[in-house]
């Protein structure tokens, strides 16, 4: 059967997978590696910044007798993570309106994602913001640099991600909505999203959890 | 290809074969140096004699494969070559050739695992109770050494004893740089924030040294980081370390009387030391004996007061990029010819 | 538009905006080939300088910090800019007419690939006007640092690398899409060209391989830019860590610039030697289990940091091991080889010298995989060898092979044979002239990077030799050039398949129609067209349906130079940043809702 489209559509294909649905699962595997790296990087300096005592220090450490105050916040942080989770749950919704035409919930849905995405936003530019009134900045020492550099790229991937499901929601308020397509442009926008969320997961026990 | 541009092409070679044979005879000639000072298949320490094992291993399995793979292809390229008559066999593979070709490899790579292994064991042992021990410090662009246990300081020329160990720790002020003198030892790098470490016995002193050259790329005269390997018996050894721990010498005329004294008023002294003198900068090399080295500029200019006399006026002249700034009044420096005169005298009189 | 196949939506045009808005693989080839091949030769210039300052010992042609730079953009030039664009011309060109498809997944993505590729090009180009990168292509750290190079070069690195990145990231990422998804009927895995394989396992090493060195590169930014210490022992960092990032990212690459060379020898073997590829699946496996353990080999890069005893045994089994799928592949083309009734053109030619070269830099490439052995050889005219050996020798040649092999098919032409042959005798002499006599420099204690050397090391007369081989290439790549011009005044009068070649590019027109297929091939073996051939089946007959092709769009161009624009503000003014993202918004927005049907 020859395929009538450049550019086959979802049924047409080898492996069964839609081709942009595929190129997102590929994508995703390359930001395993980004962040991965990143996240080495972390690791690699975690324990040379207190072997060095230039703090500001994320946990609370002795060192020479003195006890040094870690900066992290760990209860605010459980927060803005709880809302990152909720948000997860809420695109779940939205894949689900999408997918079975019903897109009252799907609008709703991907409107409580984007207001918990804020959120989170909203919680790191207030840690960032306090961190750097207590002292800590990129240059500080490397935890500095390690924090701000690791969990500055996943906010951005939230932020690309909440920009991302804003235009949905916009595009899905015109006339015909998001077209025929639509189970398949919400879910592969909430892939990405499930993706940003779960390498919150990684980080916040790596970053505050262990000390 | 019809037979008559074959015949044609026969015939240009036949011409042309007294003249090749020339010229591969006169290139021969030509590349038949006898004097390789940093010839790495030379064995005078005895980190290349530990190394050597493998070394000659994989030049033997390479020799072999190297002629086996170029001997079956040239052969097949003339036997199957399309020709009247001639009809390709058609066939996808053969199960047992695979097996056989995986196999050879996996040979070969075992036979130099081997001494490898064994190799890297040997140059693990722990240091000898005896062993001299160096701290080796790269700096852009010269090599400074310095004798834990003498306190003997020095720049670009290291001297060693036969027959003992010398033990350096490797280390960097600046970027990375790699300590090697490829007829005693391979090389490990300095890199700054680390300390490596490589040992090696070499194995007899002879008069003319071994060459040594930084082997990471290190910035615009990374090609003028040179230095050299003195290696002397036990009993020269002692004498020059002796000599090595004097302080500086004293100025012996007239001239060398005012070119210390310029040396010591002038900007020369926040950046080198003069052993038992006022001289005590840290950014440049020692010059407690510095007229004692037969080279300057880290191996790129044989000592002489006018080399000298040429460095110190503006030694990026000689050295691109030299950290060392220019003297000469004429390049922006403060002293004028007659004073550099002196001072080089003052400095070849650091015996 | 009526066709023989039915209707089709046309857009093919010529004129300078067809080009700019193309969406068509064939046309996107093109510019990545001709884009490249000029890269190529502005390389080979470096390379000619690099050489006659070195054909003497204390030459004084070119002054110590230029001829830092040159090197330093020789090999970004050739590695990033002219051999892997190359490989991505042949990928686009050949990739949707080897599967049987009628473009790739996402026209419009590949599009933005090539252009976001432009755009890097032309930034890190453009650094000679400024000032251009010297610490050498891997870039070591604190070398790099804004303390010891305190100028702009290292920042148009950074940059020129980030984008290029992102340009070779999503043209990975559309590649493997189209080959797992886009596949005629009948075009099973096992069935898929060797060559499309090697697309397939590049694009999985590029879209695993690129994130650590953008990592790395973002953390050379901030650390000359914004204040951070990731690489400054002085503050705690460390300078290994860059050497791990970039090698990580740094082996696999090598692999990403010789697969493709393997991928086309593999299809030329066979058409000139009249016989099916010898061992396909174990060439296929072969190349898997190569990319596989690329993976595992990087610190063999860094035998000489002070590594431990255990790692460094490590990371030379792993780089040992990698020696043996390399083995199986020489082996099964020599298997092709045998038995057959091989035609001796420029294209073949060009083949079974690769399989000399590459060997040779296979097997220097398992003598230094020897840790000991290589503190001898690392950082010497040995490695340059080596990599000269598998890159020019192997992946090079292997291009040229391809170009003489498929440009029939590219422009409807056939290359003449005379030049072709003459431009091969002359590669082949003028490689093994230049780069055989580095093995033994190398072995006699020539490091690299060095723009002088003393007259009494004994390395003058190798130099110059090769100096001389150097300038035989420069020949032999001009040959190329006139051969090239004079092909194209030619009318394009080659067959649909002038080699009667077994894969399905050849089954469509030369050069083929835009939608490449009247009809979608039916694939019934492992070389489609010998077997429709020997069983006698007819192609199949159009059916009248119609075609859809994507329409042109300036979109991708919009976007990429949105891209370029923003990101050249960290090295010039933020205001660059903000332009270029207004650009690219406005890019991605009409991107989104432009209509594809
Ligand atoms: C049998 C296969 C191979 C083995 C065992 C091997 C091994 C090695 C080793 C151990 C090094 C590091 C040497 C050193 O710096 O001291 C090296 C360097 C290098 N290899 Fe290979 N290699 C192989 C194939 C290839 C291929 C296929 C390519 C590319 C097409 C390649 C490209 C390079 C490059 C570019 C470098 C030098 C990078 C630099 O220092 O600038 N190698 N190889
Ligand atoms: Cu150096
Ligand atoms: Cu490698």
């Known amino acids: 059967m020859a395929q009538a489209v450049a550019h086959a559509p979802a049924h047409g294909t080898n492996t069964g997978i839609e081709n942009r649905k595929l190129l997102m699962w590929l994508f995703l595997g390359s930001e395993c590696l980004f962040f991965g790296s990143l996240i080495a990087t972390y690791m690699v300096f975690k324990f040379d910044v207190i072997a060095r005592g230039v703090g500001p220090f994320p946990h609370d450490v002795m060192i020479n007798g003195v006890l040094h105050h870690g900066i992290l916040d760990i209860p605010t942080t459980s927060a803005s993570t709880f809302v990152l989770l909720m948000s997860s749950l809420t695109m779940v919704f939205a894949v689900y309106g999408a997918q079975h035409a019903r897109p009252t919930l799907m609008k709703l849905s991907l409107l409580a994602t984007i207001v918990l995405g804020l959120v989170f936003l909203g919680f790191q530019v207030y840690e960032f913001v306090t961190f750097v009134h207590e002292g800590l900045t990129l240059s500080t020492n490397l935890f500095g640099a390690t924090f701000f550099l690791l969990t500055g790229f996943h906010g951005t991937h939230v932020g690309v991600g909440v920009l991302y499901l804003i235009s949905m929601l916009a595009a899905s308020m015109r006339r015909n909505g998001l077209g025929a397509d639509a189970g398949a442009h919400v879910e592969i926008a909430g892939l990405y999203w499930h993706f940003v969320d779960i390498v919150w997961i990684v980080i916040f026990p790596l970053l505050y959890l262990m000390p | ?351 | 538009m009526a066709t023989a196949a039915g209707t089709l939506a046309h857009h093919a045009e010529s004129g300078v905006w067809s080009w700019l808005t193309t969406v068509d693989h064939k046309r996107i080839g093109v510019l990545y080939g001709i884009t490249a091949f000029s890269f190529f030769i502005w390389g080979g210039v470096q390379a000619l300088l690099i050489r006659t300052q070195l054909a003497v010992p204390n030459g004084e042609v070119i002054p110590a910090t230029l001829y830092n730079q040159l090197f330093t953009m020789h090999a970004l030039t050739m590695i990033f800019l002219a051999v892997m664009p190359l490989g991505a011309s042949f990928s686009n060109f050949l990739t949707p007419l080897m599967i049987g498809a009628r473009d790739v997944a996402f026209p419009r993505l590949n599009a933005l690939s090539f252009w976001v590729f432009a755009g890097g090009a032309v930034i890190l180009t453009s650094s000679f006007f400024f000032e251009a990168p010297g610490a050498g292509w891997f870039n070591y750290v604190p070398l790099a640092g804004r303390t010891y190079s305190p100028g702009q070069g290292i920042d148009f690195y950074v940059i020129g690398l980030t984008v290029l990145g992102l340009s070779s990231l999503m043209a990975a990422l559309n590649f493997a899409v189209t080959i797992m998804n886009m596949r005629a009927p009948g075009m099973t895995m096992m069935r898929l060209p060797v060559f499309i394989w090697m697309v397939l396992i590049i694009s999985f090493l590029l879209i695993l391989a690129l994130p650590p060195l953008t990592v790395a590169l973002i953390e050379l930014l901030f650390d000359r830019n914004y204040g951070t210490n990731f690489f400054n022992p002085a503050e705690g960092g460390d300078p290994i860590l860059w050497q791990h990032l970039f090698w990580i990212f740094g082996h696999p690459e090598v692999y990403v610039l010789i697969l493709p060379a393997m991928g086309i020898v593999s299809e030329v073997l066979p058409v000139f030697s009249r016989k099916p590829l010898f061992g396909y699946s174990a060439i296929v496996f072969a190349g898997m289990a190569i990319a596989f353990l690329g993976w595992a080999v990087w610190s063999h890069h860094m035998f000489t940091t002070g590594m431990g005893a255990v790692p460094r045994t490590i990371f030379a089994a792993n780089t040992m091991l990698i020696a043996v799928p390399t083995g199986v592949k020489i082996f099964n083309w020599l298997g092709t080889m045998y038995g057959g009734s091989l035609r001796f053109n420029t294209a073949m030619s060009f083949s079974v010298a690769f399989i000399a070269l590459f060997t040779i830099g296979g097997i220097s490439g398992v003598m230094h995989a020897s840790p000991p052995v290589d503190t001898q050889q690392q950082d010497t005219y040995f490695i340059i060898a080596h990599l000269h050996y598998v890159l020019v020798g192997g992946a090079v040649t292997g291009i040229f092979s391809g170009i003489f092999y498929w440009f029939p098919k590219m422009t409807g032409r056939l290359l003449d044979e005379r030049l072709g042959m003459t431009q091969f005798w002359l590669w082949f002499i003028g490689v093994n002239m230049t780069f055989f006599p580095m093995h033994y420099l190398g072995l006699v204690g020539m490091p690299r990077r060095i723009y002088t050397y003393d007259n009494d090391l004994g390395w003058g007369f190798w130099n110059m030799f090769e100096t001389v081989g150097a300038f035989v290439i420069a020949a032999s790549v001009l040959l190329f050039v006139i051969n090239f011009f004079r092909t194209m005044q030619q009318e394009p009068t080659a067959s649909d398949n002038p080699w009667d070649a077994p894969t399905l590019e050849w089954a469509t027109s030369s050069p083929p129609p835009e939608h490449d297929f009247d009809v979608i091939p039916v694939v019934r073996a492992r070389d489609p067209l010998w077997y429709n051939r020997d069983h006698n089946i007819q192609a199949e007959q159009p059916t009248g349906e119609h075609i859809h092709l994507p329409p042109p769009s300036y979109y991708p161009l919009l976007l990429a130079v949105g891209v370029s624009v923003l990101a050249v503000g960290p090295i010039s003014h933020i205001a660059f940043t903000a332009l270029g993202a207004v650009i690219a918004v406005y890019g991605i927005w009409g991107w989104a809702l432009e209509p594809t049907e």
Not at chain 2, 13 to 22: D, E, H, I, N
Not at chain 2, 59 to 71: D, G, Y
Not at chain 2, 83 to 103: D, K, S
């Open chain 2, 1 to 351: 290809m019809d037979d008559t541009r074959w015949a044609r092409a026969r015939a240009q070679t036949q011409r042309f074969l007294p003249v090749m044979a020339l010229a591969v005879v006169a290139v021969l000639a030509a590349a038949c140096e006898t004097n390789l000072p940093q010839s790495t298949t030379v064995i005078e320490g005895s980190h290349n004699a530990t190394l050597w094992v493998p070394y000659r291993m994989v030049f033997i399995l390479a020799a072999i494969v190297f002629v086996a793979v170029m001997a079956l292809t040239v052969i097949f390229s003339i036997t199957y070559r399309e020709r009247p008559g001639r009809t390709a066999r058609q066939f996808h593979g053969n199960t047992r050739l695979e097996i056989v070709w995986t196999l050879i490899p996996i040979i070969i790579v075992t036979l130099i695992s081997v001494p490898t292994v064994n190799a890297i064991v040997a140059e693990a042992q722990p240091i000898a109770a005896n062993a001299l021990r160096v701290d080796a410090i790269g700096h852009q662009w010269w090599f400074e050494f310095v004798y834990l246990d003498e306190k003997v300081t020095t720049a670009n020329e290291l001297h060693i004893p036969e027959g003992r160990e010398v033990a350096f720790n490797l280390k960097s002020v600046d970027v990375i740089h790699s300590f090697w003198v490829p007829q005693l030892a391979g090389k490990t790098d300095m890199v700054p924030g680390h300390v490596n470490d490589i040992k090696f016995t070499a194995l007899r002193a002879r008069p003319e040294p071994y060459l040594g050259q930084c082997a990471e790329f290190c910035g615009t005269s990374h090609a003028n980081m040179r230095f050299r390997v003195f290696v002397h018996t036990e009993a020269d050894f002692a004498a020059w370390l002796k000599s090595a721990a004097a302080n500086g010498a004293n100025p012996a005329s007239a001239l060398e009387k005012q070119g210390q004294e310029i040396f010591m008023r002038s900007a020369c002294i926040g950046c080198h030391t003069v052993q038992g003198s006022a001289a005590a900068g840290k950014v440049g090399p020692d010059l407690t004996h510095v007229g004692s080295r037969t080279t300057i500029g880290s191996g790129i200019l044989v000592n002489t007061p006018e080399t000298l006399e040429k460095w110190i006026a503006n030694s990026a002249d000689v050295k691109p990029g030299s950290k060392m700034p220019p003297m000469a009044k004429s390049d922006g420096g403060a002293l004028s010819k007659e004073e550099i005169t002196a001072v080089a005298a003052y400095l070849s009189g650091l015996k």
